[in-house]
């Protein structure tokens, strides 16, 4: 069986407002982070199937003979729930021994995905190669964004889903049923990799824009404007269940202090989509924005989040009069900061450059922009579409 | 009529928890500040009423027979409701002419309360000489401890009050009536300084301790300890009235993210209340006392009242292992800093370094101790005594 060639992106993820008080019920904000995970899928012609992960510094190759009597074990599943049985087996296949866990996990998910995508049809030889602009482990979704990938590219290659990309298009998405699809397939990767994953990281990877989550229930929000950011980077490495158990220790240790920051919070997280739901953003509207981030921030602070890296990524950017909250898990880890759109990009290069030198990683991006999606060669920045090449 | 000599002193005051709450009906801890103002009474023998204030370059004199006529407008009431005709023409009498509005306001307000504490009696010669180690006009309550040291000499020379202090006492107080009287006349004290005054500053400077205010009763708390603090001036000035604006301004803008934060402020007044009430104080109760000061630095942060140089403040002394938070109206003036009982004088003096090092003044002092007091001269700082005998 011959595969069509396929080139296809997902977008990172970021939490805009709602991150710690969405474990005690409160609204968050997801939003997609356009540090996005470019996938080339390649017809192959020597009877192998190979995945190259330069990020992660993985590459492997799998003869077509060997997988074949994979794939009489699965069963093509529409319910789509994780078969459970089939991980456990393919793990002692990939065989966790030489110490690349990433690697390893990663292999084991594009296994699964594509020993059920080709079940009870015939697997074709294929080279898939993965280049992501997300730093990894920075609770940034890249894990999900590779889910999204490789459950987009193996769809499509499979049939099952449309290659909806026309000759004139630089970039095609799907229609919400195959989204869908697409979703479900990249949550029993996040599943395989993250054990018990919210599904918000695939859902933002796979609709993009903007989503709200709320006691467990994902909710795509409409219309949601593209939103400058820089992303920083503190690569302060912390836990994100140790951050976790401690917001909720100290909320049993002063409820009476700890739960109306909460409700703030949630309050910042309506006020909020509120104000991004209803276009055009004015500059009364970003004012607003920056002061429920610096709010934000200090209620994360509040809850024991906060780390003199991430005061540090505040006080840097509102020298420039730029203002910043970090997103996710805290104690270490990302900041964004907004940027209007009149902001001039000699400020962002100065602002940027002060980050740097604090030790930081840092990337002018923005958020809010499509999830997954379908490429033309051209329409790929060309670094990456020269590393992609190179496999 | 000759006076007994005698030697007074006074607290300054400041907010330990819910200043700005305070304004939107939540609870306040308004707390003694053991930076004092002395005031030296001495019976003088050449027909003169003076007053020498050095800290605000005040020195006045006047004849008494300038002022006897003046005794025959004042009525002695026991009521103690602030004559406004009798304050309108002391000023005249006083002059504001000379741009010293602070000196001649504490002319205006000695010459009040002396005429109407000796009204329907003859007039004592005397020599008043106040100094205080209290900065001015940083909302430390240097007016009401003025006022207040002012009433209780004056009431002491008057007889109105005994004069307690025996032979081998080094410093004594007055009953809780005696209190009551000169807390009723600083009061007016402070209404002529200040117009429209709460009363909780002339409070603290009489009873001492921690007062609780709500909704403008004053409750002194009893049995508080004494906590030892650094008290830092950023020397930043600002406007209570502004501030106060601004954050009325903030809950009107977003008050579901507003209205939660005041009510867990409210909740950390009542927290810090109990810990301090249930002596003894224990390490543990230390390091909720530095929680909830982090906690509350953060809420008035996100009031808007907060300011770069309070953030080094808390940043500065962090550093140490020290928790800071501004105190009062915010936006500049004045941070405390709590010490541990077991704080090594090195750590105090090291911070104490820095904090000048940014440009601040910085003093260790404590909070907590006692409201207005008779001293025997061998019970006050030399330095001081020495001022005081200069006039």
């Not at 393919?90 to 690349?100: E, K, P, Q, S």
């Not at 995508?117 to 602009?133: H, N, R």
């Not at 009364?284 to 890296?309: R, T």
């Not at 100065?350 to 980050?355: E, I, R």
């Amino acid at each position: 069986m011959q595969v069509k060639d396929c080139l296809v992106s997902a977008p990172g993820k970021t939490i805009l407002h709602g991150e710690h008080a969405v474990v005690h019920g409160k609204v968050a904000l997801a939003v997609s982070l356009n540090l996005r995970t470019y996938l080339k899928l390649k017809a192959s012609s020597n009877d192998k199937v190979c995945i190259n992960l330069p990020n992660i510094d993985t590459f492997h190759c799998w003869d077509l003979s060997d997988l074949n009597p994979w794939n009489k074990l699965c069963t093509k599943d529409e319910a789509q729930r994780l078969d459970a049985e089939l991980v456990r087996r393919l793990r002692d296949f990939v065989g966790f021994t030489n110490g690349n866990l990433n690697g390893n996990t990663a292999c084991l998910t594009f296994l699964y995905i594509y020993l059920s995508v080709f079940a009870s049809g015939e697997l074709p030889a294929l080279t898939i190669t993965v280049w992501s602009e997300l730093p990894t482990g920075a609770g940034l979704g890249s894990s999900a964004a590779y889910s999204v990938c490789l459950a987009a590219a193996l769809l499509s290659a499979a049939g099952t889903i449309p290659t909806s990309l026309r000759e004139w298009d630089q970039t095609a998405r799907w229609c919400q049923e195959d989204l869908e699809h697409i979703n479900s397939w990249a949550f029993q990767g996040e599943t395989i990799i993250h054990g018990n994953p919210s599904g918000v990281d695939n859902a933002v990877g796979t609709w993009g824009g903007m989503l709200r989550f709320l006691a467990g229930k994902i909710i795509p929000l409409s219309r949601v404007p593209l939103l400058r950011i820089l992303l920083t980077n503190t690569k302060v490495p912390r836990s994100t269940k140790a951050l976790v158990a401690r917001v909720k220790d100290k909320i049993n240790k002063f409820p009476s202090i700890m739960n109306p920051v909460l409700d703030s919070v949630d309050a910042i997280s309506y006020t909020c989509e509120k104000v991004l739901t209803c276009e055009p953003i004015t500059g009364e509207d970003y004012s607003i924005l920056e002061e429920l981030i610096d709010i934000n921030q200090h209620h994360l602070n509040v809850m024991g989040v906060g780390h003199p890296a991430l005061d540090t990524v505040c006080r840097v950017t509102l020298a420039k009069g730029l203002h910043s909250k970090l997103t996710g898990a805290g104690g270490g880890g990302c900041g964004i900061t907004l940027l209007r759109p009149e902001t001039d990009s000699s400020v962002v290069q100065n602002t940027m450059q002060d980050l740097k030198d604090c030790g930081f990683d840092c990337w002018e991006t923005n958020i809010g922009g499509p999830g997954v999606q379908q490429h033309s060669p051209s329409s790929v920045k060309e670094e990456i579409l020269e590393i992609l090449e190179q496999y």
